[in-house]
């Protein structure tokens, strides 16, 4: 007997060791690598304390599971937090897992297979728009199947009405991923031949969600069925949405069939293996799958567009530009954002060029289709440039995509504050409130609001208040030069308007147009002429006979006409031949605009009518 229990003892110290490797390693994975805070910018949580707003998501199936997840994401501060409630997560998930088995095969200790979700779990949040909401409903689900399991009366009738009203308030509180609870026990019920439950759980439960969407819930078929399950959510690699219920089915499906005697040896067969042995190759088994699995489903594009995102927000342009060079694939959101980095850090007239621009002015000012995509990044840069009225246009869209955020809210009450409509200013402050650790914020603005001498004298609304455009308008899906011209008309003094134009300008290769806006320079304060003005100059001097060409020698660098004249050199040394000599001139001037307009710059765009189409 002393030598059983110390077997038993050192199994359940090298599957407390297994266990530990595996969920110290999915923390790690997260915190190091996916970086969860990135969740937050990929599905926003929106979460106010009110009665009213949680009395919303009673209404809906699964409203109370996304509630939860939402009033816990709004205590992520940091990556950390944010991983080690994961991991937690995972960890329970695992434990139920484990107990669900133990249920099923009570002789033989559990390890490896029930770390399998955890696993599957980590490859899942891996890819960011993955709702925590559905973790929450399975850990639900699977904590109502093992109580369920092992306390409810073994008499038919009594068992299946608890399992009737169990389920019913499974699928109110985690909506269709109630029928994690409902497969698996209908399915264990029939092989335990427990017909009656068995057939109540298998064929009348699936009729709980269309017969509630068609009577008391007002939603859709497909979310009465489909919420909070998982493939409910739109992942990078299509099998991801389903392996996760898969792996429960083949594991209830291999614990029914180890009963069978023929199953049962194979499996002593496997046991007489030393303990050490198998754990270290469930180990091995499940780094390597995860790692492989991964690398297959991992969407590089997403963590860099999300991280850009973030770190737009917290006004961090350096770590933009150093994430820029990483682009997997070129796309105006990341361009736009990458052109507002250089502004920001005072570069973009400098470098824009030595980084692609593929899509000329597409990359400075989306169009209507992107902007629709994209509709609060493409508020932020409209309220940077003092376009307010687009900025609330564009703001309320992603108001309707993404819900009242904090940000979203602050936003839009500021805006209305600023063009005088102070009742719905005070209510979008008011539901600021209401959101957790923005209760000094919107105390704050609400003051400002209640105060216009106040709110007058604020800094940081001066600035905007200066930038706004006198009359009220509007250009929603016509991002252009006009919107530019309105700025600058409205307030000569508006740099960041200007170095747009200019850089529009140059994007689009109009340098006639920076030849004429030349005197602005000197007026806004520039010590020098822009390194990528100065190339322009060269260009549109060599373009145009009549240029009084003294005019540059207080303009250009010697560098800058040293380097224009190499390049000119070079096409003559393949005799006019771009392709020729595209490489060359990539290698030493590849970051100039020149070999912008030469090679990288597209056929002009289409002018947009007001809808966005173009004409």
Not at 119 to 138: D, K, T, V
Not at 521 to 531: D, E, K, N, S, V
Request: net charge neutral.
């Amino acid at each position: 007997m002393a030598i059983v229990n110390k077997n038993c003892t050192s199994e359940k110290i090298f599957i407390g060791i297994q266990e530990f490797l595996v969920l110290a390693g999915c923390f790690f994975y997260l915190f190091f690598f996916v970086h969860p805070l990135l969740m937050l910018e990929a599905l926003p949580p929106v979460f106010l304390t009110d009665a009213n707003f949680f009395g919303e998501f009673l209404k809906i199936p699964g409203g109370v599971t996304d509630w939860a997840s939402a009033f816990v994401q709004q205590f992520w501060f940091s990556n950390f937090l944010a991983a080690l409630f994961l991991t937690i997560c995972f960890w329970l998930v695992a434990l139920l897992t484990k107990a669900w088995v133990a249920m099923q095969i009570e002789t033989r200790p559990i390890y490896t297979l029930h770390l399998i979700p955890a696993c599957l779990l980590l490859i899942l949040y891996s890819q960011y728009y993955f709702p925590l909401s559905i973790l929450l409903a399975l850990i639900v689900n699977l904590s109502a199947l093992n109580c369920f399991l092992r306390w409810a009366p073994e008499q038919q009738v009594p068992r299946a009405a608890i399992g009737l009203v169990l389920s019913i308030f499974l699928f109110w509180i985690t909506g269709g991923a109630f029928f994690v609870f409902v497969v698996l026990l209908g399915i264990n019920d029939l092989f335990q031949k427990r017909i009656a439950h068995g057939l109540v759980q298998i064929l009348v439960m699936p009729v709980l969600p269309y017969a509630a969407s068609a009577t008391v819930f007002l939603i859709t078929f497909k979310e009465a069925y489909c919420h909070n399950l998982f493939y409910e959510s739109v992942t990078n690699f299509w099998l991801n949405s389903f392996i996760l219920p898969i792996f429960f089915l083949f594991l209830l499906i291999i614990l029914l069939v180890s009963k069978i005697s023929v199953v049962r040896t194979w499996f002593k067969k496997i046991s007489a293996i030393a303990m050490v042995w198998k754990l270290t190759a469930g180990f091995l088994l499940l780094v390597g799958g995860t790692f492989l699995f991964g690398q297959k489903s991992y969407n590089k594009t997403a963590y860099i567009l999300l991280q850009i995102d973030r770190d737009v927000k917290e006004s961090k342009w350096r770590a933009v530009l150093d994430l820029t060079p990483q682009w997997p694939t070129m796309n105006p959101l990341f361009i736009s954002q990458t052109n507002l980095a250089f502004y920001k850090s005072g570069l973009l007239l400098d470098r824009m060029f030595a980084y692609p621009q593929p899509l000329g002015t597409l990359g400075l000012l989306m169009n209507f289709d992107w902007c629709s995509a994209c509709p609060e990044e493409t508020g932020n840069l409209y309220w940077m440039l003092g376009l307010v009225s687009e900025c609330q246009h564009w703001t309320h869209e992603a108001f309707e995509q993404k819900g009242c955020t904090p940000a979203i809210l602050k936003r839009l009450g500021i805006i209305y504050m600023l063009k005088g409509d102070n009742e719905a200013a005070e209510k979008y402050f008011l539901n600021l409130k209401n959101v957790p650790f923005e209760k000094e914020t919107a105390e704050h603005l609400l003051r400002l609001n209640a105060n216009p001498s106040e709110l007058a004298s604020d800094p940081e609304f001066s600035d905007i208040r200066a930038c706004m455009p006198v009359e009220d308008v509007s250009l929603t899906g016509n991002p252009s030069l006009r919107q530019l011209e309105i700025l600058l008309k409205r307030n000569p003094q508006n740099k960041m308007a200007f170095e747009y134009m200019i850089a529009y300008n140059l994007l689009d290769g109009n340098v006639a147009a920076i030849a004429n806006d030349l005197p602005d320079f000197r007026t806004l304060g520039y010590a020098q002429i822009p390194m990528h003005v100065q190339e322009a100059l060269l260009v549109f001097a060599a373009q145009t006979p009549t240029f009084d060409k003294n005019q540059l020698r207080n303009m250009i660098q010697q560098r800058t006409y040293d380097r224009f004249v190499g390049f000119q050199q070079v096409m003559l040394k393949y005799q006019g031949h771009k392709n020729s000599a595209k490489q060359e001139l990539y290698d030493q001037y590849g970051d100039t605009y020149w070999y912008y307009l030469v090679y990288a710059k597209p056929a002009k765009r289409l002018p947009e009518n007001q809808n966005g189409h173009q004409h």
